[in-house]
T-cell receptor
Framework: AQSVTQPDIHITVSEGASLELRCNYS??????LFWYVQSPGQGLQLLLK??????LVQGIKGFEAEFKRSQSSFNLRKPSVHWSDAAEYFC???????????FGAGTILRVKS | EAGVAQSPRYKIIEKRQSVAFWCNPI?????LYWYQQILGQGPKLLIQ????????DSQLPKDRFSAERLKGVDSTLKIQPAKLEDSAVYLC????????????FGQGTRLTVV
């Protein structure tokens, strides 16, 4: 069965600094990969997705992610973080029978001014 | 385009009571998911429907949780009887199919069991 690991529970960065959130997955083949963001009291909003093709994908709000098959990773990056980016970020994998969508435990991003 | 609608937004019940949540997915979306998100954790899949059939319910505590999706559109999730550890946000999501598509989430129902 597929699984997702987000090694960092909390990350704090200064406004304007670059950001990288880590995501590793476990699955035998290439899965569909997603990053979602959740603000307090809200549902999940899709930032970006990877299905196939170019391994560097661009998303909304200036985010990008790179799929690395050899490392089973799909890390999320942003060159310059804004205070409004403070939220919880979830990596998810769609794979297996029925393309079940499995989430990691999330990374809480704090932005300091 | 209307999003995924869930109701109620909040619910407080006593343990051993029953509760039901409702979800209206995006029109035309064949796949529907119910997730449980306990505070501080990622969403955990409870059940996945494809139209009105169950694709995966391996993590649904079937002794107390039930879900249905009549006519392949709206869905309800029921808990009977509720336990303290059921306190969580219950998220509904829908997706056009199970292929290369994204899932869209509702705002969730926050359940507190006291």
């Amino acid at each position: 069965a597929q699984s997702v690991t987000q090694p960092d529970i909390h990350i704090t960065v200064s406004e304007g600094a670059s950001l990288e959130l880590r995501c590793n997955y476990s699955y035998g083949a290439t899965p569909y990969l997603f990053w979602y963001v959740q603000s307090p009291g809200q549902g999940l909003q899709l930032l970006l997705k990877y299905f196939s093709g170019d391994t560097l994908v661009q998303g909304i709000k200036g985010f990008e992610a790179e799929f690395k098959r050899s490392q089973s990773s799909f890390n999320l990056r942003k060159p310059s973080v804004h205070w409004s980016d403070a939220a919880e970020y979830f990596c998810a994998v769609g794979a297996g029978y029925g393309n079940k969508l499995v989430f990691g435990a999330g990374t809480i991003l704090r932005v300091k001014s | 385009e209307a999003g995924v609608a869930q109701s109620p937004r909040y619910k407080i019940i006593e343990k051993r009571q029953s509760v039901a949540f409702w979800c209206n997915p995006i029109s035309g979306h064949a796949t529907l998911y119910w997730y449980q998100q306990i505070l501080g954790q990622g969403p955990k899949l409870l059940i996945q429907f494809q139209n009105n059939g169950v694709v995966d319910d391996s993590q649904l505590p079937k002794d107390r949780f039930s879900a249905e999706r009549l006519k392949g559109v709206d869905s309800t999730l029921k808990i009977q009887p509720a336990k303290l550890e059921d306190s969580a946000v219950y998220l509904c999501a829908s997706r056009p199919g199970t292929g290369a598509t994204e899932a869209f989430f509702g705002q969730g129902t926050r359940l507190t069991v006291v």
